[in-house]
């Protein structure tokens, strides 16, 4: 990767914690709370005067984060320092908003080799998000099990079907969705539910000891499709502020337990075209360490362009090998697609991601899947799978031809 001015590497760290924050809260709230840490570091560092994040009002016609280029004659090693500084001061200011993996989904949303280039400034965010868990852990002495956050989970969401939408059908949905998922989350069978209606003095939730044996991630893998599928329920029904609703009902000792768990509830807030553009950028991600990354910016356009007579909202998605530095803002993908039926947009997902894996060889085609499902993340890899994408498929077709 070419060397990178000291300007460039700020706007891009900047431009990737106003997407994180963006995504938890607002873009509004993102400029607040960032612009609040600049001016207190400012003090500090007074090459700060130089960084400016604007309102959202000026995102239409101007870029949000504007910095004047005299920036470029500070040492690099006191950019670093306050980039340093500058995390770890944001991520208290967020609060409870600064969710599990708030440091790590930063790093993630950085483009490719930025993450190399700002650690030898100075800045490790493997260290910083050790560093934050630690801090959590310390905070939260309390132990909170598996079976206490999934049977509060479990009620929280029946209390917001039930004011939504009404008693019986939440008691319904809640039973229907507790043993449908059982097959698939074992340890789902530990879970009963009463039929309040009827039964008098009787908890809604009852969690069997069994539950708090399990693997803490499988806990959250199965609260995680629950969460989901009520998110759709109530899309159906016309329910709104869920996310809202779910969050005013976790204290900040079950968000970390959540977080601890691989939870991520931000996601049920992303559109699809997010989802599209997260998708070509992990699946170029991925690919570009196979070869390298013009192949792969060119191998998945190529993908789309053959497919854009059978999928006609592929035909406007654009990818800027150009601008691929700028992360998934590279990958132009048209609003429209929101309107498009979710399962037709998951068919185009899931032919894209066969002909990609059909045209690795056996060595690289192997590890393919498991690569993809890692960088796009847990959270993610649910949501397609909610449009009809089916991973494990793929990955069986291709060791079966194998």
């Not at 950085?110 to 993450?115: A, K, M, T």
């Not at 708090?212 to 759709?232: C, F, M, R, S």
């Not at 654009?318 to 691929?324: E, G, H, P, R, T």
């Not at 039926?341 to 059909?358: D, N, P, T």
Request: hydrophobic share 40%.
């Amino acid at each position: 990767m070419p060397q990178l001015e000291n300007k460039e590497i700020l706007v891009r760290i900047l431009r990737s914690t106003i997407g994180v924050i963006g995504r938890r809260t607002s873009e509004a709230y993102a400029t607040v709370i960032i612009n609040k840490a600049i001016r207190e570091l400012a003090e500090k560092h007074s090459f700060l005067q130089y960084v400016e994040v604007k309102g959202t009002q000026y995102t239409e016609t101007f870029d949000m984060v504007v910095i004047q280029s005299d920036i470029n004659h500070v040492e690099s090693e006191k950019i670093g320092k306050a980039a340093n500084e500058f995390i770890e001061k944001i991520t208290k200011l967020m609060g409870k908003n600064a969710g599990y993996y708030f440091i790590k989904e930063i790093k993630e949303d950085l483009p490719f080799g930025y993450e190399k280039i700002i650690k030898e400034m100075g800045v490790d965010l493997d260290l910083l998000q050790l560093e934050f868990i630690t801090g959590l852990k310390n905070t939260f002495k309390f132990q909170i099990t598996n079976s206490d956050v999934l049977k509060h989970i479990i009620k929280t969401l029946f209390d917001i079907l039930d004011g939504e939408i009404g008693r019986e059908y939440a008691i319904t949905a809640i039973s229907e969705l507790t043993k449908r998922f059982s097959t698939k989350y074992t340890l789902l069978k530990y879970v009963k539910i009463n039929d309040i209606r009827y039964i008098q003095n009787a908890d809604l939730v009852i969690v069997m000891p069994e539950v708090d044996a399990t693997e803490p991630t499988d806990v959250g893998t199965a609260i995680q499709k629950i969460v989901q599928e009520v998110n759709y329920l109530l899309g159906e029904k016309g329910g709104y502020n869920f996310i809202e609703k779910l969050r005013n009902n976790l204290t900040s000792g079950y968000i970390f337990k959540l977080g601890e768990m691989g939870v991520n509830i931000n996601v049920l807030q992303l559109s699809q075209v997010l989802i599209v553009q997260h998708v070509l950028k992990a699946l170029i991600d991925v690919l570009s360490e196979l070869s390298t990354q013009s192949y792969a910016i060119l191998t998945i356009d190529n993908v789309i362009r053959k497919l854009g007579d059978e999928y006609e909202f592929l035909k406007y998605i654009k990818i800027d090998s150009m601008q691929y530095s700028e992360g998934v803002d590279a990958v132009s993908v048209p609003s429209d697609i929101n309107s498009v039926r979710s399962s037709e947009v998951g068919r185009g997902i899931q032919k894209i991601v066969e002909h990609i894996a059909g045209s690795l060889g056996e060595d690289a085609d192997r590890h393919f899947i498991e690569k993809f499902k890692r960088r796009l993340g847990k959270a993610y890899v649910l949501r397609i799978e909610e449009l009809g994408v089916n991973l494990h498929m793929i990955e069986l077709r291709r060791n079966l031809a194998w």
